[in-house]
Protein backbone atom coordinates (compact mmCIF):
# COMPACT_ATOMS: atom_id res chain seq x y z
CA UNK A 1 0.00 0.00 0.00
CA UNK A 2 1.38 3.65 -0.81
CA UNK A 3 1.08 6.87 1.46
CA UNK A 4 -1.14 8.39 -0.91
CA UNK A 5 -3.65 5.70 -0.71
CA UNK A 6 -3.88 5.89 3.16
CA UNK A 7 -4.12 9.73 2.91
CA UNK A 8 -7.01 9.58 0.50
CA UNK A 9 -8.88 7.27 2.70
CA UNK A 10 -8.54 9.54 5.52
CA UNK A 11 -11.08 11.80 4.10
CA UNK A 12 -9.51 15.31 5.29
CA UNK A 13 -8.05 16.70 2.04
CA UNK A 14 -7.37 20.16 3.58
CA UNK A 15 -5.62 19.02 7.05
CA UNK A 16 -3.49 16.52 4.94
CA UNK A 17 -2.29 19.20 1.79
CA UNK A 18 -1.54 21.26 5.02
CA UNK A 19 0.44 19.02 6.77
CA UNK A 20 2.13 17.99 3.68
CA UNK A 21 3.02 21.42 1.97
CA UNK A 22 4.33 22.17 5.97
CA UNK A 23 6.66 18.87 6.26
CA UNK A 24 7.62 19.38 2.44
CA UNK A 25 9.13 23.01 3.29
CA UNK A 26 10.21 22.24 6.97
CA UNK A 27 12.20 18.65 5.33
CA UNK A 28 13.43 20.80 2.28
CA UNK A 29 15.06 23.12 4.50
CA UNK A 30 16.94 21.11 7.18
CA UNK A 31 17.84 18.82 4.05
CA UNK A 32 20.00 22.10 2.60
CA UNK A 33 23.21 22.53 4.43
CA UNK A 34 25.85 19.88 3.00
CA UNK A 35 26.26 16.55 4.05
CA UNK A 36 24.24 15.66 6.98
CA UNK A 37 23.40 12.39 7.91
CA UNK A 38 20.02 11.13 7.51
CA UNK A 39 19.92 10.70 11.31
CA UNK A 40 21.15 14.20 11.95
CA UNK A 41 18.04 15.53 9.06
CA UNK A 42 15.89 13.37 11.10
CA UNK A 43 16.59 14.89 14.92
CA UNK A 44 16.24 18.25 13.28
CA UNK A 45 13.18 17.78 11.62
CA UNK A 46 10.72 16.04 14.27
CA UNK A 47 10.69 17.93 17.38
CA UNK A 48 9.53 20.94 16.05
CA UNK A 49 7.11 18.99 14.46
CA UNK A 50 5.64 17.04 16.76
CA UNK A 51 5.59 20.33 18.90
CA UNK A 52 3.41 22.13 16.41
CA UNK A 53 1.04 19.38 16.49
CA UNK A 54 0.68 18.56 20.38
CA UNK A 55 -1.48 21.59 20.12
CA UNK A 56 -4.15 19.70 18.40
CA UNK A 57 -3.32 16.32 19.78
CA UNK A 58 -3.80 17.98 23.45
CA UNK A 59 -6.49 20.31 23.27
CA UNK A 60 -9.50 19.11 25.23
CA UNK A 61 -11.99 20.74 22.82
CA UNK A 62 -11.01 18.43 19.84
CA UNK A 63 -13.10 14.83 19.08
CA UNK A 64 -11.60 11.86 19.39
CA UNK A 65 -12.24 11.03 15.87
CA UNK A 66 -10.36 14.38 14.35
CA UNK A 67 -7.64 13.63 16.56
CA UNK A 68 -7.58 10.26 15.33
CA UNK A 69 -7.16 11.35 12.08
CA UNK A 70 -4.71 13.84 12.54
CA UNK A 71 -2.48 11.24 14.13
CA UNK A 72 -2.75 8.62 11.36
CA UNK A 73 -1.69 11.23 8.43
CA UNK A 74 0.93 12.59 10.84
CA UNK A 75 2.64 8.92 10.76
CA UNK A 76 1.78 8.94 7.41
CA UNK A 77 3.20 12.03 5.54
CA UNK A 78 6.49 11.15 8.28
CA UNK A 79 7.00 8.00 7.12
CA UNK A 80 6.11 9.00 3.47
CA UNK A 81 9.81 12.09 3.98
CA UNK A 82 11.49 9.05 5.59
CA UNK A 83 11.00 9.54 9.09
CA UNK A 84 9.33 7.60 12.06
CA UNK A 85 8.76 8.98 15.53
CA UNK A 86 8.17 5.77 17.64
CA UNK A 87 5.73 7.68 20.14
CA UNK A 88 4.05 9.17 16.65
CA UNK A 89 3.60 5.72 15.27
CA UNK A 90 1.98 3.87 17.92
CA UNK A 91 0.05 6.41 18.68
CA UNK A 92 -1.36 6.39 15.64
CA UNK A 93 -1.50 2.27 15.14
CA UNK A 94 -4.23 2.80 18.12
CA UNK A 95 -5.99 5.45 16.49
CA UNK A 96 -6.50 3.09 13.64
CA UNK A 97 -8.43 0.46 15.27
CA UNK A 98 -10.35 3.49 17.31
CA UNK A 99 -11.36 4.82 13.72
CA UNK A 100 -12.94 1.56 13.05
CA UNK A 101 -14.35 0.48 16.33
CA UNK A 102 -15.94 4.32 15.80
CA UNK A 103 -17.29 3.76 12.09
CA UNK A 104 -15.79 6.89 11.52
CA UNK A 105 -14.30 6.03 8.09
CA UNK A 106 -15.09 3.69 5.43
CA UNK A 107 -14.95 0.16 5.08
CA UNK A 108 -12.29 0.43 2.53
CA UNK A 109 -10.33 1.85 5.13
CA UNK A 110 -11.27 -0.95 7.36
CA UNK A 111 -10.67 -3.64 5.13
CA UNK A 112 -7.30 -2.16 4.30
CA UNK A 113 -6.21 -1.82 7.71
CA UNK A 114 -3.47 -4.49 8.15
CA UNK A 115 -2.00 -2.82 5.23
CA UNK A 116 -2.17 0.07 6.96
CA UNK A 117 -0.65 -0.43 9.91
CA UNK A 118 2.38 -3.32 8.33
CA UNK A 119 2.96 0.20 6.71
CA UNK A 120 3.24 2.44 9.26
CA UNK A 121 4.83 -0.14 11.32
CA UNK A 122 7.62 -0.67 8.62
CA UNK A 123 10.87 1.16 8.11
CA UNK A 124 10.90 4.39 6.30
CA UNK A 125 13.01 4.63 3.39
CA UNK A 126 15.07 8.16 3.62
CA UNK A 127 14.46 10.62 0.74
CA UNK A 128 17.28 10.85 -2.05
CA UNK A 129 16.58 14.10 -2.81
CA UNK A 130 14.81 17.33 -1.26
CA UNK A 131 11.47 17.58 -1.57
CA UNK A 132 9.90 20.19 -4.32
CA UNK A 133 9.56 23.49 -1.78
CA UNK A 134 5.34 24.73 -2.14
CA UNK A 135 4.78 27.74 -2.75
CA UNK A 136 4.34 30.50 0.14
CA UNK A 137 0.89 31.85 0.33
CA UNK A 138 -0.34 33.52 3.86
CA UNK A 139 -4.55 34.21 4.15
CA UNK A 140 -3.70 36.13 6.99
CA UNK A 141 -4.14 40.17 6.78
CA UNK A 142 -2.53 43.18 7.80
CA UNK A 143 -4.02 44.17 11.54
CA UNK A 144 -5.73 40.66 12.03
CA UNK A 145 -4.30 39.66 15.57
CA UNK A 146 -3.25 36.18 16.34
CA UNK A 147 -2.60 33.58 19.29
CA UNK A 148 0.54 31.30 18.81
CA UNK A 149 0.76 28.49 21.36
CA UNK A 150 4.15 26.84 22.00
CA UNK A 151 4.25 23.94 24.55
CA UNK A 152 1.12 25.01 26.47
CA UNK A 153 1.75 29.19 26.70
CA UNK A 154 0.23 31.36 24.32
CA UNK A 155 1.89 34.47 22.30
CA UNK A 156 0.03 37.69 20.83
CA UNK A 157 1.04 38.58 17.75
CA UNK A 158 -0.20 41.86 15.17
CA UNK A 159 0.37 41.08 11.66
CA UNK A 160 1.83 44.48 10.02
CA UNK A 161 2.10 43.55 6.55
CA UNK A 162 2.20 41.05 4.20
CA UNK A 163 5.39 40.57 2.16
CA UNK A 164 5.40 39.47 -1.88
CA UNK A 165 1.92 39.40 -2.65
CA UNK A 166 0.55 37.66 -0.16
CA UNK A 167 3.68 35.49 0.01
CA UNK A 168 4.34 35.89 3.81
CA UNK A 169 2.81 38.23 6.84
CA UNK A 170 5.25 40.01 8.88
CA UNK A 171 4.12 40.14 12.46
CA UNK A 172 5.29 41.76 15.72
CA UNK A 173 4.63 39.86 19.03
CA UNK A 174 3.02 41.94 22.13
CA UNK A 175 5.10 41.54 25.81
CA UNK A 176 3.70 39.01 27.86
CA UNK A 177 2.75 34.69 27.84
CA UNK A 178 -0.58 33.58 28.88
CA UNK A 179 -2.28 30.37 30.12
CA UNK A 180 -4.99 30.58 27.07
CA UNK A 181 -5.81 32.23 23.97
CA UNK A 182 -5.17 35.83 25.10
CA UNK A 183 -8.86 38.18 24.44
CA UNK A 184 -8.03 41.78 22.68
CA UNK A 185 -8.96 43.66 26.44
CA UNK A 186 -5.36 42.01 27.67
CA UNK A 187 -3.61 43.75 24.91
CA UNK A 188 -4.88 46.69 23.68
CA UNK A 189 -1.91 49.36 24.57
CA UNK A 190 0.51 46.82 25.49
CA UNK A 191 4.25 47.18 24.11
CA UNK A 192 6.23 44.91 22.10
CA UNK A 193 7.73 42.23 23.11
CA UNK A 194 11.52 43.88 22.30
CA UNK A 195 11.79 47.10 21.47
CA UNK A 196 13.11 48.61 17.72
CA UNK A 197 11.94 46.01 15.53
CA UNK A 198 13.28 42.73 17.53
CA UNK A 199 9.84 40.85 17.86
CA UNK A 200 9.42 41.04 14.70
CA UNK A 201 9.33 38.47 12.32
CA UNK A 202 8.19 37.51 8.26
CA UNK A 203 7.17 33.58 8.86
CA UNK A 204 7.23 31.59 5.60
CA UNK A 205 4.64 28.83 5.89
CA UNK A 206 1.95 30.85 8.47
CA UNK A 207 -0.60 30.35 6.40
CA UNK A 208 -4.15 28.46 7.47
CA UNK A 209 -6.85 30.18 9.44
CA UNK A 210 -8.38 28.23 11.21
CA UNK A 211 -5.20 26.68 11.52
CA UNK A 212 -5.54 22.83 11.16
CA UNK A 213 -2.83 22.45 14.18
CA UNK A 214 -4.48 24.68 16.61
CA UNK A 215 -1.84 26.20 17.02
CA UNK A 216 -2.32 29.11 15.61
CA UNK A 217 -5.86 31.21 16.28
CA UNK A 218 -7.77 34.74 15.59
CA UNK A 219 -7.84 37.16 18.12
CA UNK A 220 -10.84 39.33 17.99
CA UNK A 221 -9.83 42.49 17.84
CA UNK A 222 -12.46 45.52 16.89
CA UNK A 223 -10.07 48.44 16.74
CA UNK A 224 -6.87 46.48 16.53
CA UNK A 225 -3.36 48.09 17.47
CA UNK A 226 0.14 47.44 16.94
CA UNK A 227 2.60 46.78 20.22
CA UNK A 228 4.03 50.42 21.05
CA UNK A 229 7.49 50.52 21.26
CA UNK A 230 10.48 52.53 19.50
CA UNK A 231 11.36 51.57 15.74
CA UNK A 232 13.75 50.12 14.63
CA UNK A 233 16.97 52.60 13.98
CA UNK A 234 19.03 52.94 10.54
CA UNK A 235 21.06 49.93 9.45
CA UNK A 236 19.36 47.41 12.68
CA UNK A 237 16.88 45.97 10.09
CA UNK A 238 13.43 46.01 9.69
CA UNK A 239 12.13 42.18 10.92
CA UNK A 240 14.07 39.01 10.87
CA UNK A 241 12.85 36.26 8.31
CA UNK A 242 11.72 32.45 9.49
CA UNK A 243 9.56 29.94 9.20
CA UNK A 244 6.38 28.43 10.87
CA UNK A 245 8.46 25.61 12.32
CA UNK A 246 11.33 27.57 13.47
CA UNK A 247 8.93 30.18 15.13
CA UNK A 248 8.89 28.41 17.63
CA UNK A 249 12.40 28.63 18.58
CA UNK A 250 12.64 32.18 18.02
CA UNK A 251 9.37 32.55 20.85
CA UNK A 252 11.56 30.39 23.07
CA UNK A 253 14.57 32.73 22.63
CA UNK A 254 12.12 35.69 22.88
CA UNK A 255 10.47 35.34 25.83
CA UNK A 256 12.87 32.20 27.38
CA UNK A 257 11.40 28.95 28.63
CA UNK A 258 12.20 25.45 26.77
CA UNK A 259 9.35 22.97 25.19
CA UNK A 260 8.71 20.23 27.02
CA UNK A 261 9.77 17.08 26.08
CA UNK A 262 7.65 15.59 22.74
Same mark, same amino acid.
Given at each position: ?36 S ?6 A ?9 R ?5 E ?8 V ?6 T ?14 A ?19 ? =?? $????E #??A? /? ?5 ? !?? *?????L??L ?9 V ?9 RD ?11 F ?5 ? =?? $??W?E #???? /? ?5 G !?? *??G ?8 D ?36 QE ?13
Amino acid at each position: MKHQQILEKLAARGLVRSMDEELARWVQHRMRPPGPSHAEIEQAVLPPVLLRWRCLFDAEDVDPASRNVALVALATLLHKYGFRDPGTTAAALRAVDDLNRDVVLSDAFER =RS $PEIKE #LLAS /APVPLTR !RP *RRPRALSFLRPGDVISFEVSGRFHAAFVRDMHGGNEFPVIEFYAGSFG =RP $PVWAE #LSGR /AAAAERG !RA *RFGVVGLAQLPDPARQVRVVEAPRPQPPTGEEPRPGEGLWTLTDLMSLQEDVFRLFGGRPDDV
